[in-house]
């Protein structure tokens, strides 16, 4: 009971104490700011409030690889007439193409063999669209529309890429044979392609694509012969479905069909995944007559 009642009289005490020390430190902290000396009334500043205004999002970012090549051109003018901010990866780096969107592109310079050619350039990037690819001997064909694809991929996987378009190429059955590595690289590359982005992952597979190839300030103009092809081929669809006269009955599409389509891929969300064959091509292109 003794013991008690000293508990409940000691209680405030200490509570006091406590109190008082607590009050002894926070005013020696606050002090400071909260002075309340005669001689210094204005020293309780309040800092003006910064308003953070939201800053809209800049535009999507697309890399394009072999930007300075025949369709890759086509592709980063499409990009960069639609809004988007757009880059270019190859050996060569800038395009010598002397007209003004060249230079709202930003030219890398870098081979997709060469890892560290790889590295940054996928920063920030949302899609790729790869349109690296060619001819010569058997393995370097594999190694150039296969291996060297397959390397992007796999990179820009890691980086977090949201969608990645490849440029591929229809079959030419029996041709096939003579242009093993090509059409062997190509399949590679595309199984690596559906594997890795599953959800943002498009193949274009045009069969000649027609068009003018700028090479510095001169213009091949490739339509002469794609583009009348084109439309007389396009009505043998059923024809195409015979597997003999399939390769032959392709239609060619034209490189701003190509473009188009490969651009809207890539930035379009819901785009379906997949293989997107000459007819494909024409549709989402708008060249179907
Ligand atoms: N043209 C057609 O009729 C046609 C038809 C069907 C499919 N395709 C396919 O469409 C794609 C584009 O064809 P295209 O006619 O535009 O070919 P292209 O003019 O020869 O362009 C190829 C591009 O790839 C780049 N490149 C090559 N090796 C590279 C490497 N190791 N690293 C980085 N870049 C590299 C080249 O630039 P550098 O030399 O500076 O590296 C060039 O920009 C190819 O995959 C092709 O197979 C074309």
Known sequence: MYYGMRRMVLR???????????????LSITGRLLSTDSDKPNDFKV??????KPQPPGPEKLLVLGGNGFVGSHVCKEALQQGFSVSSLSRSGRSSIQEHWADGVVW????LLVPDSLQDVMDGVSA?????????????????????NINAIRAAAEKGVKRFVYISAADFGLVNYLLQGYYDGKRAAEAELLSKFTYGGVILRPGFIHGTRQVGGIKIPLGVVGSPLEMI?????????VPVFGPLFTPPVSVAAVSRVAVRAATDQVFPPGIVDVYGILRYGGEQR
């Open 233 to 241: 081929l396009q009505h043998a669809k059923p024809l195409s479905k």
């Open 47 to 52: 800092e003006e409030a910064e308003t953070l």
């Open 108 to 111: 890398h310079q870098g081979s």
């Open 128 to 148: 790729v669209i790869s349109c690296v690819g060619g001819f010569g001997s058997g393995s370097y064909m594999y190694k150039i529309n296969g291996t060297a």
């Open 12 to 26: 405030p005490i200490q509570y006091r104490s406590q109190l008082s020390r607590l009050v002894s430190q926070g």
